[in-house]
């Protein structure tokens, strides 16, 4: 018995370790402990987040903590953009800030499936009960994937994100301090009266042009079918009414058809 003493020590130790390094951080939504270290150590930013600041960026702007609020996504630029309207009237929004995003996971394309790695692409709302202040990223919302054209297609996904840090299976992470700034607007905006903040998600910067390098992709159609709200955005500057009809993402109008869903948030 004491000849395998040594053996079951060694496979403790492996066991361990293998616990320690890559399940543990796996749970907790890294994809190694390397990546949990990096992460934790990105939240030691240079200046403490202070609301005087941003109050101050944003009457500079010509808003205020409150407006509504409205956030794009692009992937392949890597891009989040906030966008603002003031929640009295209905006017066009206008850009506020541009966010590098620190990193996200997968490649061009939707996400289909638990596990897969993928960032999603597409059209979300986020309510109140979507935001997370106690978020082990510092600060997170919840993107309500599946949403009900992802349903539709039998994808699947759980706590999808935009948060802070620097790390991603699946969500979008832009640092503590861009998460700062965002939530805070976002959370604001709900408060306020706005009771969902639309996310859009796109795969890259939705031109003719850009598309054109495409047209033989898995993607193309579906691609083509977000790029029609983007163009309703870019037309009239204000987010349009997301629904789906059967299969199909259908805006505006076209969402008041008999059995077609809308795109909503945890209510």
């Not at 306020?192 to 042009?209: K, L, N, T």
Request: hydrophobic share 35%; charged share 20%.
């Amino acid at each position: 018995m004491r000849s395998f003493l040594p053996y079951l020590i060694g496979l403790s130790f492996v066991l361990t370790v293998w616990l320690g390094g890559f399940v543990w951080p796996m749970s907790q939504g890294y994809y190694s402990i390397v990546d949990l270290v990096k992460d934790r150590t990105n939240r030691a930013y240079t200046r403490p987040y202070d609301r005087d600041v941003l109050r101050a960026d944003l009457v500079a702007g010509g808003f205020r903590l409150g407006d509504k609020a409205f956030i794009r996504i692009f992937k392949r630029e890597s891009r989040l953009e906030l966008w603002m309207s003031p929640q009295e009237g209905g006017g066009k929004f206008e850009l506020f800030r541009v966010y590098d995003i620190c990193n996200f996971s997968g490649n061009l394309g939707p996400k289909l499936q638990e596990g897969d790695r993928q960032s999603p692409e597409g059209f979300y709302q986020v309510a109140a009960s979507q935001m997370n202040p106690n978020s082990r990223h510092h600060l997170s919302f919840n993107l309500a994937f599946p949403n009900a054209f992802d349903r539709a297609h039998d994808r699947t996904g759980t706590f999808l994100m935009i948060h802070g840090g620097c790390s991603s299976i699946g969500c979008y992470a832009v640092t503590d301090e861009k998460v700062d700034e965002i939530y805070a607007i976002v959370e604001a905006a709900q408060n306020r009266g706005q009771s969902e903040v639309p996310v859009h998600i796109f795969p890259f910067e939705m031109s003719d042009d850009t598309l054109a390098e495409f047209t033989t992709h898995r993607w193309a159609d579906y691609w083509q079918n977000l790029k029609t709200g983007f163009d309703l955005f870019e037309q009239e500057k204000v987010p349009p009414l997301v629904g789906v009809c059967e299969t199909t993402y259908v805006f505006n109008e076209d969402t008041k058809q008999a059995g077609c869903q809308m795109v909503a948030g945890w209510g």
